[in-house]
C-alpha cells in the first residue's frame, strides 16, 4: 500500500542550525515526491518537487530510491522557517496524492 | 490574480445533518481536488477531477459523501447524515492538470459535527 512517513512530530532546532527533515515512502511505481509548508495562519504551499531537483528558500531534497526517503535539508535554519512542513507523494498519473503527517519545525532564536 | 477559495470557512452542524462546502478553483484550472485534514494529520485525498467528471474518488470514505463539478468550475462536496467523526478541516486545491502541475490550496472549511 502507499504510505508517507514523517517520523518526526515536532523538530526544534537554533537559528543556523542545519535541519533535516525525515519522509520516507512506500509507492510500487516509480513515486512522484513533494515537499508542502504551510506557514502560521496561511494555506499549504508547494515548497518543492523532486523532478525539478531545485533548491528553494535555501531547501534540498534528494530523492533515494534504495532507501526510499525524500528527506528535506537545509545547511542554516532561519527563524523565518518555523511552519508545518509535509511530506507528499503523487501517485496514479497525478490523480492522486499521499501526505504525511507532517513535522513542525520550531527554529529558536 | 485570486487564489482559491473555498466557503463557509467555518460550519457547524448536527449529528445527521446534510451539509454542502463549496471550492472555487482558480480561474482556468481544469484539476480539482478535495482532502480531509483531521487534527495532527496530514490531508488525506478524498476526491480528484479532471474538468466535469470525477477521475478518481477512491478516498471518498463512504456513501454518504459526495461530490460534484457541473460545469467544470466551482465544486460541492456533499456530506449526507454527518457523524461526529466527520469533524476536521476540508481543503480544496486545483491545477492546471497534467503532471508536475503544481496544486493550489484554498483556506479549508472547518467542520464541526456536534
Known amino acids: 500500500a502507499q504510505r508517507v512517513t514523517q517520523p518526526e512530530k515536532l523538530l526544534s532546532v537554533f537559528k543556523g542550525a542545519p535541519v533535516e527533515l525525515k519522509c520516507n515512502y512506500s509507492?510500487?511505481?516509480?513515486?512522484?515526491l513533494f515537499w508542502y509548508v504551510q506557514y502560521s495562519r496561511q494555506r499549504l504551499q508547494l515548497l518543492l518537487r523532486?523532478?525539478s531537483r531545485e533548491s528553494i528558500k535555501g531547501f534540498t531534497a534528494d530523492l533515494n530510491k534504495g532507501e526510499t526517503s525524500f528527506h528535506l535539508k537545509k545547511p542554516f535554519a532561519q527563524e523565518e522557517d518555523s511552519a508545518m512542513y509535509y511530506c507528499?507523494?503523487?501517485?496514479?498519473?497525478?490523480?492522486?496524492?499521499?501526505f504525511g503527517s507532517g513535522t513542525k519545525l520550531n527554529v529558536k532564536p | 490574480g485570486a487564489g482559491v477559495s473555498q466557503t463557509p470557512s467555518n460550519k457547524v452542524t448536527e449529528k445527521g445533518k446534510y451539509v454542502e462546502l463549496r471550492c472555487d478553483p482558480i480561474?482556468?484550472?481544469?484539476?480539482l481536488y478535495w482532502y480531509r485534514q483531521s487534527l495532527g494529520q496530514g490531508p488525506e485525498f478524498l476526491i480528484y477531477?479532471?474538468?466535469?467528471?470525477?477521475?478518481?474518488d477512491s478516498g471518498l470514505p463512504n456513501d454518504r459523501f459526495f461530490a460534484v463539478r457541473p460545469e467544470g468550475s466551482v465544486s460541492t462536496l456533499k456530506i449526507q447524515r454527518t457523524e461526529r467523526g466527520d469533524s476536521a478541516v476540508y481543503l480544496c486545491?486545483?491545477?492546471?492538470?497534467?503532471?508536475?502541475?503544481?496544486?493550489?490550496f484554498g483556506p479549508g472549511t472547518r467542520l464541526t459535527v456536534l
Open positions: 486545491a486545483s491545477s492546471l492538470g497534467g503532471t508536475y502541475n503544481e496544486q493550489f
Open positions: 509507492y510500487s511505481g516509480s513515486p512522484e
Open positions: 523532486h523532478i
Open positions: 507528499a507523494l503523487a501517485a496514479r498519473n497525478f490523480n492522486k496524492f499521499y
Open positions: 480561474s482556468g484550472h481544469t484539476a
Open positions: 477531477f479532471q474538468g466535469t467528471g470525477a477521475a478518481d
